[in-house]
Nanobody, 122 residues
Framework: QVLLVESGGGSVQAGGSLRLSCAVT????????MGWFRQVPGKEREGVAA????????MYSTSARGRFTISRDNADNTLFLQMNSLRPEDSAMYYC???????????????WGQGTQVTVSS
């Protein structure tokens, strides 16, 4: 059984930082690409960042580029998202996922966590 568990969300003021973590247990088979996604009520889930299997190649959404950094520790099977210079519009439920394609498209991902809430106040 594959389990992804996010942590690190919370409430911060605009300009602040948060570091999200995603602990992965179980065998994800060929789903070695990892990504962070976010969703607000009434809107579609959007890709924030994605990372290849060995952590050497990352892609970011336009909004995240320059402020967020995705990384992974394969020894601990943990994915991270360092978020700096947070804005109120970054407020959302953040999800990590594992997939077979290097992509920011949610449909390309096979395994999902339950999410962690991020709230940024102005």
């Amino acid at each position: 059984q594959v389990l992804l568990v996010e942590s690190g969300g919370g409430s911060v003021q605009a300009g602040g930082s948060l570091r999200l973590s995603c602990a992965v247990t179980g065998n994800t088979d060929g789903s070695r690409y990892m990504g962070w996604f976010r969703q607000v009520p009434g809107k579609e889930r959007e890709g924030v960042a994605a990372l290849n299997g060995d952590g050497t190649n990352a892609m970011y959404s336009t909004s995240a580029r320059g402020r967020f950094t995705i990384s992974r520790d394969n020894a601990d099977n943990t994915l991270f998202l360092q978020m700096n210079s947070l804005r109120p519009e970054d407020s959302a439920m953040y999800y990590c996922a594992a997939g077979r394609v290097f992509s920011k498209i949610p449909g390309n991902y096979d395994y999902w966590g339950q999410g962690t809430q991020v709230t940024v106040s102005s």
